[in-house]
């Protein structure tokens, strides 16, 4: 037994839902009243490849308390070699010197690399990063003044596993270096494939069942991919790459009426994927800006293909109130 499911929660963003831990439970039954531990809650729901031959070996250790930390026990259970850190937040060190740190954040199972104060002119360079990355996105955060850049991943907490959180940190220590490489080069960024679980024939079959049981309203777009229309007339649009969900909403073309202005206002869309729950605003092979967010299909349940579409349509909301709906580039700047 995992644990006792007491409590679920849906509104128009989120299901969630809550267990008591099993050993919590157990330890709780063998006690002295008197003595009852603080209640926690938890949603119910081989070493890892890493970078260069795997995480350098550390060992984890608990935090103080009768009960196990829902992320330690995944990360206990995931093969990777970790430490406690402070607070609810794992370290998890790698031996390209990349340290991804994991923790419980508002629900979200959250994996990030600290990366440092933005590299000058490096904003533009890591929405198009994003755009080829499998699980992740790079966003800012101000700090005492000066722009902190993270590579981060967040996945609902009802749907984390051990094998999710093993890939997501294999995937943020190589990204992390690859975004290193990339910065040293000219070179546009390239899909890892790699980085990607692969695809198998089943996988646009198992996407459009997984549409049929969540209940969102869609229609057949094309021979591949599928439409979820909303009321805000946000459009959003699933498909399968590489064996991964892919589900994404355009905004329109990239603000700014040029690379100098875009840059500038690419700083404001990495600060809202900063806020962003589980999705990055990334800019695609024509500059023009798409709202995103990719789960492997082996991972993609219909409660989360639902959080995710819906999560979609008011993150491409928000990105309109802020910048406005701008043209295409196609549609502004012709095929130049």
Not at 223 to 232: A, L, R, S
């Amino acid at each position: 037994m995992v644990g006792v499911h007491t409590q679920t929660m849906i509104s128009r963003n989120m299901s969630t839902k809550w267990a008591i831990p099993s050993n919590v439970l157990r330890d709780w039954l063998g006690a002295d009243p008197d003595d009852d531990p603080p209640v926690y809650f938890a949603s119910a729901s081989g070493t890892g490849a890493g970078v260069a031959g795997g995480t350098a070996a550390t060992g984890g250790t608990s935090e103080s308390g009768s009960a196990t930390p829902e992320v330690e026990q995944l990360l206990a259970s995931s093969g990777l070699n970790y430490d406690h850190w402070e607070g609810g937040t794992y370290e998890v060190p790698y031996v390209n010197d990349v340290t991804v740190y994991v923790q419980d954040y508002d629900g979200l199972l959250r994996a990030y690399v600290a990366f440092g104060d933005l590299p000058e002119g490096s904003a533009f360079h890591a929405l198009r990063f994003n755009y080829f990355d499998p699980v992740g996105r790079f966003s800012i955060n101000e700090e005492d003044g000066v722009d902190q850049l993270y590579w981060e991943a967040q996945v609902p907490m009802g749907v984390a596993t051990p094998d999710y959180l093993r890939d997501l940190c294999n995937i943020a220590a190589n990204q992390t270096q690859n975004f290193y490489e990339l910065l040293q080069s000219d070179e546009e960024p390239t899909t890892p494939t790699d980085l990607y679980p692969g695809a198998t024939d089943s996988d646009h079959d198992t996407l459009a069942a997984m549409l049929d049981e969540s209940g969102l309203t869609y229609e057949v777009f094309d021979e591949d991919t599928f439409k979820v229309p909303f009321e805000n007339d946000v459009d959003v649009y699933a498909n399968t790459f590489n064996g991964v969900a892919y589900i994404h909403a355009y905004t329109g073309g990239i603000p700014g009426d040029d690379l100098d202005e875009a840059e500038q206002l690419a700083l404001d869309m990495l600060r809202l994927n900063w806020a962003d729950p589980i999705g990055r605003v990334a800019l695609d092979d024509d500059y023009d800006v798409v709202w995103e967010c990719q789960v492997p299909i082996s991972y993609l349940t219909a409660d989360y293909l639902y959080i995710v579409a819906n999560v979609a349509a008011e993150q491409v909301e928000e990105f309109w109130g802020i910048f406005g709906q701008i043209p295409f580039n196609s549609e502004r700047f012709g095929d130049s």
